[in-house]
């Protein structure tokens, strides 16, 4: 079981580099580390996703290293839009007889300022 | 495709009142899992179901909550009878199978928000 543990809150500007760490140190061969966002009245929304190394997409980076047991979320240059709560999720679903489970961080809420 | 779908959205009803919690997947998505989320705990997995079988609710704070899926479209959450702590937000997911062993992007529902007084 892959607990994770994320900073709680950050503040940042418009146009800054934001970055969240999330820890997991026990993560296990088959889990994979998966960024969700949330904002207000809504459900999480999927961001990146990534196994081992750099995953870059057309929102975000996710960077892990060789060890596994950390990863971060680095956002470009933040927008007020972009104030939302961000989870850490690690693990695997695929088999249930190695009693995987799923597990959300405790979320880092990101409050942008102008 | 419309995403995934979850009635009602608000639901207020007095503790010892049965509630049923009603989420259908998105097409073709094989997977489909129950959270629930309070400021105090977080987002909370409670059970998930692959093709339609439960294959992991020890989530489920408690013999007063049950899910069912009879089919691939369409499923409970049941609460009965129901307590003022189980007030939160209910999220319905669903997501994709696929070859190999991953977790898979989930795609979260709007959620239903139930108070019980």
């Known amino acids: 079981l892959a607990k994770t543990t994320q900073p709680i809150s950050m503040d940042s500007y418009e146009g800054q580099e934001v970055n969240i760490t999330c820890s997991h140190n026990?993560?296990?061969?088959?889990?994979?580390i998966t960024w969700y966002q949330q904002f207000p009245s809504q459900g999480p929304r999927f961001i990146i996703q990534?196994?081992?190394t750099k995953v870059t997409n057309e929102v975000a980076s996710l960077f892990i290293p060789a060890d596994r047991k950390s990863s971060t979320l680095s956002l470009p240059r933040v927008s007020l839009s972009d104030t939302a709560v961000y989870y850490c999720l690690v693990g695997d679903i695929g088999i249930k007889a190695a009693g995987n489970k799923l597990t959300f961080g405790g979320g880092t809420r990101v409050l942008v300022k102008p | 495709d419309a995403g995934v779908i979850q009635s009602p959205r608000h639901e207020v009803t007095e503790m010892g009142q049965e509630v049923t919690l009603r989420c259908k997947p998105i097409s073709g998505h094989d997977y489909l899992f129950w959270y629930r989320q309070t400021m105090m705990r977080g987002l909370e997995l409670l059970i998930y179901f692959n093709n339609n079988v439960p294959i992991d609710d020890s989530g489920m704070p408690e013999d007063r909550f049950s899910a069912k899926m009879p089919n691939a479209s369409f499923s409970t959450l049941k609460i009965q009878p129901s307590e003022p702590r189980d007030s939160a937000v209910y999220f319905c997911?669903?997501?994709?199978?696929?070859?190999?062993?991953?977790?898979?992007?989930?795609?979260f529902g709007p959620g239903t928000r139930l108070t019980v007084l």
């Open positions: 026990n993560i296990a061969t088959n889990d994979y």
């Open positions: 997911a669903s997501t994709p199978a696929r070859l190999g062993l991953a977790t898979d992007t989930q795609y």
């Open positions: 990534g196994y081992k």
